[in-house]
C-alpha cells in the first residue's frame, strides 16, 4: 500500500458511523468516506470539537455547517518528509500494509525549504477542501526520481529539461511536487477556477516564477492535439475524475474513457520517459486493473516495472490505514 504518512498538518484522527476526523492544520473537520463502513466508537475527544461538519442529504450531495472556521487558511507538506517522521502506523499496520519503507535518497540533498509546498484550503461543494492529502505518498515517490533524473541530466551535460504532463490537474498539489523538484511542468484541467486556485498554491509555496504551463482545457483532446503536434514529455500523472464535465459541456465517464485516456497518453512518452502515474477513486478501477492497462499499454513498449497498491493515510486513534483510493505507477527503472 502506498502510505502517505509524512503529514504534519494534516491527519487523520478517527473513522466511524460513514464519516472520517480530520485535522487540517490547526482545525478540525468531519466530512463523509463511502469507505468508512464500520461503526466504532466516538471516544476521542475531537468529535466534540469540530470546526466544520459536512452534512450528507438523503437526496444526495449535502451542506457545511461552521464553527469558527477561517472562509480559508494554508497547510504545508514537505516532500520526502522532515526526518523525523509523524507515522502512526502500528507495527501489525506496517507488516501488512507496508512491510518494506520507501526511501527517497535524491530528495534528502534538497533543502527542506525548496521541497515545502503550501497550499490555501477552503470548504466547497461536494465536501471537498481543495486537496487529497493521501497523494502526498505520491508526490513523494515522483519528486524523488524527477529529482535524481534532473542531477543525471547534470552531470552527462544534457540541457533539455525534465517535462512533466499533468492531467486533470486540480489545484495543483501533484504540479507543485514537479515543479520543486526541477521539472518543467504543463498543468492542464477543464475548471478555470482550480487552475488559478493552483496558481495561488504556487505562489504560496514559492514557485510563481517555475517553469509551469498552466492550461484550461479539456484534457483528453488536449492530449490528441499533443500527439498531432509531436510534442512529447518524460512523465504522465493522471488523476482523472469519476464523472465530470468539459468546458463546453463534455461528459466524462472513467470506466468508459480511461483505457482509450492512456493509450493515447502513451503516445506522449519519450523512449527515455521516467513514470507514468494514474489515480482512481473508482471501486470499479482497482491496482489489477491499473496494472493490466499500464502492462498492456506502456511496459510492453518501454519496458520498466509496474507498481499498482491501494493509497492510504494512516488514522490516529486506531494505527490502522483508511484506505483512499488506488494509483498505478509505472517506472523505467
Known amino acids: ?89 502500528a507495527d501489525y499496520s506496517k507488516e501488512t500494509y507496508r512491510p518494506v519503507e520507501p526511501v527517497y535518497a535524491n530528495l534528502a540533498g534538497i533543502p527542506e525549504k525548496q521541497r515545502t509546498l503550501t497550499f490555501h484550503l477552503k470548504p466547497f461543494a461536494f465536501k471537498h477542501t481543495g486537496l487529497f492529502p493521501e497523494q502526498a505518498a505520491n508526490w513523494d515517490w515522483f519528486s524523488d526520481i524527477i529529482v535524481g533524473e534532473v542531477d543525471r541530466r547534470k552531470k552527462n551535460g544534457i540541457e533539455e529539461p525534465v517535462k512533466v504532463l499533468n492531467l486533470f490537474a486540480y489545484t495543483g498539489g501533484a504540479t507543485l511536487a514537479a515543479a520543486a523538484a526541477g521539472a518543467h511542468v504543463t498543468h492542464v484541467d477543464a475548471s478555470k477556477g482550480m487552475v488559478q486556485w493552483a496558481k495561488e498554491n504556487a505562489e504560496a509555496s514559492g514557485l510563481a516564477q517555475a517553469p509551469i504551463r498552466w492550461l484550461v482545457d479539456d484534457c483528453m483532446k488536449f492530449v490528441e492535439r499533443e500527439i498531432r503536434r509531436g510534442n512529447k514529455y518524460d512523465a504522465i500523472i493522471m488523476d482523472p475524475p469519476s464523472y465530470g464535465r468539459g468546458p463546453k459541456g463534455e461528459i466524462w465517464k472513467i470506466e468508459d474513457a480511461v483505457y482509450q485516456l492512456i493509450k493515447l497518453s502513451s503516445e506522449l512518452l519519450t523512449r527515455d520517459s521516467i513514470f507514468f502515474l494514474i489515480n482512481s477513486y473508482t471501486t470499479g478501477l482497482q491496482p489489477a486493473v491499473m496494472s493490466y492497462m499500464l502492462g498492456v499499454l506502456i511496459k510492453e513498449k518501454l519496458g520498466g516495472n509496474i507498481y499498482s497498491e491501494e493509497v492510504g493515510l494512516p488514522v490516529t486513534e486506531t494505527g490502522l490505514v483508511l484506505p483512499c483510493g488506488c494509483s498505478g505507477r509505472w517506472t523505467k527503472n
Open 1 to 89: 500500500m502506498f502510505i502517505a504518512d509524512h503529514w504534519k498538518d494534516y491527519e487523520v484522527i478517527d473513522t466511524s458511523s460513514g464519516d472520517k476526523l480530520e485535522r487540517w492544520g490547526k482545525y478540525v473537520l468531519r466530512r463523509p468516506d463511502p469507505q468508512v463502513i464500520w461503526q466504532t466508537s466516538f471516544k476521542n475527544p475531537n468529535w466534540k470539537k469540530l470546526n466544520g461538519h459536512y452534512h450528507r442529504s438523503d437526496r444526495g450531495g449535502g451542506e457545511w455547517e461552521f464553527f469558527d472556521l477561517p472562509k480559508q487558511w494554508k497547510i504545508s507538506y514537505v516532500l520526502g518528509g522532515t526526518g523525523k517522521g509523524r507515522s502512526n502506523l
